[in-house]
């Protein structure tokens, strides 16, 4: 359990800026249409993906100061 709490922000952070270049990705050549359609559900996913993204790094930085 305690290997999944110390992996599980660092997945996130790499989940997160995945969908963040994907997201980039379309929004530069839609024709690939990689994420969906709806301008909405794209910009719902983007603050997601940011917001997930700040929370991994704040939970990285706090478990790292837990451990010194």
Do not use: T
């Not at 790499?14 to 024709?31: F, H, T």
């Amino acid at each position: 359990m305690l290997y999944l709490r110390s992996i599980l922000p660092h997945l996130c952070l790499i989940g997160s800026l995945i969908m963040i270049v994907l997201l980039v990705i379309d929004r530069i050549n839609p024709a690939m249409h990689m994420v969906g359609g709806h301008i909405v559900f794209n910009s719902f996913l983007f603050v997601f993906s940011v917001l997930v993204f700040i929370f991994s790094v704040e939970r990285i930085i706090i478990d790292r100061k837990g451990r010194q």
